[in-house]
């Protein structure tokens, strides 16, 4: 088995005023070398944007973009004919493909939205772009690890052109569970939201990444109420 740690205090920080972000992995005008990613998982921002403020229109393509609001109400418009406001319990995928154009805003006046963006390198590359939106119920995650990223179309999770699964889970104190990689050849990166859990022995406090691969499951302890975030994706 292998790991890496990243504590929440040694991510690269970029605060633009209308935008505060945390940076997990080199980006932007963040670079570490030793952190430029997780196998398929390219980029975690932990972001948080001023009321009324946001992403003017731009471009990706090739790369699989989640968000996952944690506060507020984001906006969203995109090349493709989109526009959608994504909320708390919302996960939001767009395989860009080709090439897609897209804005995310602040819809609020009064209160800053929270999210999380990831990028995943694709599976395949040079794809019809296209995108997907579900709702989450948080009870149905309450000590249960729930599936809300896989690469199968499913009424139960959004798609992602990759081998990978995220799950979400609110773990109450003293709860305990195994995760199992779905997977050969894949890692799990680990990222607390809230609270303090234990995975494979490594106490983890809120914000705190956590990397483990060439390993078939891994254990997890709710340290304290926790809020978690487990990303499978392959390493190679």
């Given at each position: 088995?292998?790991?890496?740690?990243?504590?929440?205090?040694?991510?690269g920080?970029?605060?633009?005023?209308?935008?505060?972000?945390?940076?997990?992995?080199s980006f932007a005008?963040?670079?570490?070398?030793?952190r430029?990613h997780?196998?398929?998982l390219?980029?975690?921002?932990?972001?948080a944007?001023?009321?009324g403020?946001g992403?003017?229109?731009?471009?990706?393509?090739?790369?699989e973009?989640?968000?996952?609001?944690?506060?507020?109400?984001?906006?969203h418009?995109?090349s493709?004919?989109n526009t959608?406001?994504?909320q708390?319990n919302?996960?939001q995928?767009?395989?860009?493909?080709t090439g897609?154009?897209h804005?995310e805003?602040n819809r609020n006046s009064?209160?800053p939205?929270?999210?999380l963006?990831?990028?995943?390198?694709?599976k395949?590359?040079?794809i019809?772009?296209?995108y997907e939106q579900?709702?989450?119920l948080?009870e149905?995650?309450?000590?249960?690890l729930?599936v809300?990223?896989?690469?199968?179309?499913?009424?139960?999770?959004v798609r992602?052109?990759?081998?990978a699964?995220?799950?979400l889970?609110?773990l109450?104190?003293g709860?305990?569970?195994?995760?199992t990689?779905?997977?050969?050849?894949?890692g799990?990166y680990a990222f607390?939201l809230?609270?303090?859990?234990t995975i494979q022995?490594?106490?983890?406090e809120r914000r705190?990444?956590?990397?483990?691969w060439?390993t078939?499951s891994?254990?997890?302890?709710?340290d304290?109420?926790?809020e978690i975030?487990l990303?499978?994706?392959p390493?190679?």
């Open positions: 088995m292998n790991t890496v740690l990243h504590k929440s205090n040694t991510r920080n970029a605060n633009h005023g209308w935008l505060d972000s945390h940076h997990t992995f005008h963040y670079y570490d070398p030793t430029m997780f196998g398929a390219r980029v975690l921002n932990d972001d944007v001023a009321p403020k992403f003017g229109t731009h471009p990706h393509d090739n790369m973009i989640i968000s996952i609001p944690l506060h507020g109400d984001l906006e418009k995109d493709m004919g959608a406001v994504i708390q919302d996960v995928i767009m395989s860009a493909g897609i154009y804005s805003y009064d209160k939205v929270k999210f963006q990831i990028w995943v390198f694709p395949e590359k040079n019809q772009p296209r579900k709702t989450y948080p149905d995650r309450v000590n249960k729930q809300v990223v896989a690469p199968t179309d499913s009424p139960e999770s992602i052109n990759q081998d699964w995220f799950s889970g609110n109450k104190k709860f305990q569970t195994e995760y990689l779905h997977k050969q050849g894949t799990v607390v809230e609270g303090s859990v022995g490594q106490r983890l705190d990444g956590f990397g483990i060439n078939e891994l254990s997890i302890l709710a304290e109420d926790a975030l990303m499978e994706v390493m190679n």
